[in-house]
């Protein structure tokens, strides 16, 4: 069976430093990859989409990044983070295209 | 801009009764949908998935897609207390990066 990790679960950085958020896929190859984020009370913000190794597609402009430097792990980063960089931050998988999505445990990260 | 609107309620039931979600989505080209709960603080975990018109059950769920009328729903039976999240639909368009949510319908299942 396919499993899906996040790490770390919580994260307090204040504003203006670095992040890394990493993702690893266990139990399946050439997995879709994504990254969301989910604010306080919000839905969910595709920010990134990977259909392969080095292959990234961004949603939204901002101050994050994602890579994907092997088949089944995404990390997503930052230079500088912001106040309203702050959420929960959800690593998702799929199968192709156009099946079911799912999610790791997530991220849940403050910036101060 | 594709959108999926959902009411966000909260929707709150008797334990045992039935309880309706419904989703509306903006795109006539949409291919799969999908129903998604999310406890307070956790990820969204999916408990339902449609591709072509009808219904389709699976244990105490049913989805329910109408695409003449856009518009997708679940109904869970029995509804039990553990039922009480956050359920998020999800369309997807054409593809990965067309994969949208709705804001999600809080249901309150009273014992």
Redesign the interface.
Known sequence: SQTIHQWPATLVQPVGSPLSLECTVEGTSNP?L?WYRQAAG???Q?LF?S?GIGQI?S?VPQNLSASRPQDRQFILSSKKLLLSDSG?Y?CAW?RG??????????T?LTVT | QKEVEQNSGPLSVPEGAIASLNCTYSDRVS??F?W?RQYS??????IM?IYSNGDKEDGRFTAQLNKASQYVSLLIRDSQPSDSATY?C?V?YR???N??????TRLSVLP
Do not use: C, D, W
């Not at chain 2, 603080?41 to 999916?46: C, D, T």
């Not at chain 2, 994969?99 to 999600?104: A, D, I, L, M």
């Open positions: 879709n994504y919000r839905g969910l595709l989409y259909v597609s949603e929960f959800l799929s295209t156009m099946g079911e999505q799912y999610f790791g445990p997530g849940r | 291919q799969s999908f998604y603080g956790k990820s969204p975990e999916l998935s998020l999800a997807n593809g990965g990066q994969f949208v949510f709705g804001p999600g």
